[in-house]
């Protein structure tokens, strides 16, 4: 058989729709042990907080939730649009950590981001934890985490 040629579009840059900053970590409950597991796949360090902290998050409330009609890869893609409020939270004893400041902090960022194009909810590991009008269970820790 001949090698055809087939003319195809070029998908080589991405420009942003929304920008983030990155925060110092990401916290969220211990009854989100699956998330542990993926990140650690990809080469993310989690830690567990000994002990309560009162520290500034950020919040987000879900406004709205897509979700593909269509399956992709065997997984209907999801989309959150979300409201975010700073407030000072404790987080407590026991909960899980992802700190930024590692080397693999910028991919645990994309993945833990609620507004992402590839991350944890976009692949269903929150379809069980995401409701219009809740919260997203993932915190967004703005103070600096000793």
Not at 78 to 100: M, Q, S
Not at 107 to 124: F, I, K, P, Y
Request: overall charge negative.
């Amino acid at each position: 058989q001949e090698p055809a040629e087939i003319e195809v579009e070029f998908w080589g840059r991405y420009e942003p729709v929304t920008t983030v900053s990155i925060p110092h970590a990401y916290a969220f409950e211990p009854k989100h042990e699956l998330l542990v597991e993926k990140l650690k796949q990809h080469g993310i360090v989690v830690e567990r907080t000994n002990a309560p902290l009162k520290i500034e998050v950020e919040v987000e409330t879900i406004v709205s939730i897509n979700r593909a009609a269509r399956a992709f890869q065997g997984h209907n893609m999801v989309r959150l649009e979300t409201n975010v409020a700073r407030e000072k939270r404790e987080i407590p004893a026991g909960w899980f950590l992802v700190r930024t400041a590692q080397p693999q902090g910028r991919l645990a960022s994309h993945l833990c981001e609620a507004r992402t194009c590839d991350g944890l909810v976009t692949w269903n590991m929150l379809d069980d934890f995401v409701k219009e009008g809740g919260e997203y269970p993932i915190w967004r820790v703005i103070g600096k985490v000793k």
